[in-house]
């Protein structure tokens, strides 16, 4: 019996021995499936992308006024520092940055970065290129407008010195840098196609023809931590705007960006993922402060609560542009989430009037002090040539009048337009700046600015957010100017233009596109 049950209890053992590695086996068989469809699918995804560029001009990213140009150079290209996708100024080339007196900023450089060749990026380059800038005419021109020289310090160290104090002067730095190597064995103002230019981005140009352009990885790329998707770029060249929208429109192209309003027409609306963001163009009412009227903060305030935005939006532009509230409310992390206007309110207009001792008779506000009456009436500026801004400045006559509130329009030459703006020789003045990618808001609160207004706290805090760095600050002190902005209405603003970059929707990824860029998260892009 005992040789028996021994025999049965090994027999089990056995059987349970095989059982396990039955299952085991097969668990090994299951994983390695399940990693050869893994791998099947990252070999199935594509890992080309497909760009375009109409009207080429020239290669060297700082003499090309092309915005097409621009936009792919970034992938190419690097600038000592970047921008965010909330436009915040963060280290590229540039380390670090640090501001040593008003008219001067230390900038320290990386020390791994390579150019395409292999070579070392060095102070060298970022002074060469700063200089180039100020000989050549270029869109990046106004960046260093106010450098007067560049002190090459060691190798990788550099000070930057201005003619004046420029607040937030790090977001001037966003220029591609290049090679002083490579251009000074060039002809730098060659803008033959067939180039093939070093830099220091994520891809270099692989080959130049005719009818488009290639680009590869830079194996030579400073940053190792971030693995790119994409292995091959492929920039199709067009002669004209029309054949670049048809090569999207049959499939050709993966990603364009444009700020044409009617973009949809061409196109069509099928196909491709638009993502429509605010530009820089902002456009905006600038009120006299020192005008009689409307240096009275209710007038101003009746104003503001008078117009609708909306209607001007839809019934002038057919929504092609976006409202606006704030001249950095394209995006910019400063005042994200903030709500800086009053808004439309027609019965609050009254009220704001009323409360401050107005009367509404005759089809006027009008109030007596001293038996002297006063009525309000003012003259709107608008540049006569700009057939959409006289459209604009009419749909606010309109408004404004049917609240009794007259309006004379001034259409003005555009010689006489600059120099009442200029001289500030306006009641009200409807105009567009382009905003700066920099926080700075000297256009609008500084010394001489467009509605002269002057305002002691605005000025402390303006004193304040160009001497500190600290983000927490920045955000307390920017929600104030925010407040005040709202609260005394030295402008209106009106309206921001809209850009749209459309994505094919075969392409796959974080595709967040702002006005700087369109290749945010790039690195997780595939077909």
């Known amino acids: 019996m005992k040789s028996n049950w021994f025999k049965y209890v090994f027999i089990f053992f056995i059987i349970i021995i095989l059982t396990f590695s039955i299952f085991k086996i097969k668990k090994e068989e299951q994983i390695k499936e399940q990693e ?154 060659n803008t033959e196609k067939n180039q093939k230019p070093i830099n220091t981005g994520k891809y270099k140009i692989k080959e130049v023809q005719q009818s488009y352009i290639t680009l590869e990885k830079n194996p030579y790329w400073w940053n190792k931590e971030t693995k790119l998707s994409i292995e091959k770029i492929t920039v199709n060249l067009y002669s004209s705007v029309g054949e670049l929208y048809n090569s999207f429109k049959i499939g050709n192209l993966d990603v364009i960006g444009t700020d044409n309003d009617k973009i949809q027409d061409y196109i069509g609306t099928i196909g491709y993922n638009p993502k429509e963001i605010k530009g820089r163009t902002h456009t905006f009412l600038a009120l006299n402060t020192r005008n009689y009227f409307l240096g009275k903060q209710e007038i101003r305030k009746a104003i503001a609560y008078s117009i609708d935005k909306e209607n001007i939006v839809s019934s002038i532009f057919n929504n092609k542009c976006y409202t606006s509230t704030f001249p950095l409310d394209y995006g910019n992390w400063l005042t994200q989430g903030q709500v800086s206007s009053s808004g439309y309110n027609a019965e609050q207009a009254k009220q704001v009037l009323v409360e401050n001792g107005w009367s509404y008779k005759n089809q006027y506000w009008q109030k007596t002090e001293n038996k002297k009456t006063d009525r309000i009436s003012l003259n709107l500026l608008v540049r006569a040539s700009d057939s959409s801004k006289v459209a604009v400045a009419q749909n606010i006559k309109a408004q404004l009048e049917n609240q009794g509130i007259r309006i004379n329009i001034i259409q003005a030459s555009d010689g006489n337009y600059n120099n009442a703006m200029n001289a500030r020789n306006y009641d009200i003045a409807l105009t567009s700046v382009t905003v700066s990618l920099s926080p700075n808001l000297d256009t609008f609160f500084g010394e001489n600015n467009l509605s002269m207004y002057e305002n002691e706290e605005v000025t402390n805090i303006m004193n304040e957010v160009k001497n500190t760095t600290d983000e927490k600050i920045l955000k307390e002190k920017y929600q104030r100017l925010i407040e005040i902005y709202k609260s005394d209405t030295p402008y209106i603003s009106l309206y921001t233009n809209k850009y749209t970059v459309a994505y094919s929707s075969a392409l796959v990824g974080e595709l967040s596109p702002n006005w700087f860029s369109p290749f945010y998260g790039i690195e997780g892009w595939y077909k």
């Open 36 to 189: 050869l469809q893994t791998t099947s699918t990252e070999e199935e995804k594509i890992r080309e992308l497909k760009l375009g560029i109409a009207e080429l001009d020239t290669l060297n990213p700082i003499l090309s006024s092309n915005k097409n140009v621009q936009d792919v150079s970034k992938l190419i290209y690097e600038p000592l520092v970047n921008l965010s996708l909330e436009y915040k100024a963060e280290p590229c080339l540039a380390q670090e940055w640090a501001k040593q007196s008003d008219n001067s900023y230390l900038i320290k450089l990386r020390e791994n970065v390579k150019w395409s060749n292999g070579h070392t990026f060095t102070s060298d380059d970022v002074s060469f290129t700063i200089n180039k800038l100020k000989e050549v005419q270029s869109v990046y021109s106004y960046n260093v407008k106010y450098v007067t020289d560049v002190d090459i310090i060691d190798d990788f160290t550099v000070k930057i010195n201005l003619d004046r104090e420029i607040p937030f002067f790090e977001y001037y730095l966003t220029f591609p840098i290049l090679s002083k190597e490579y251009y000074e064995a060039e002809d730098f103002t």
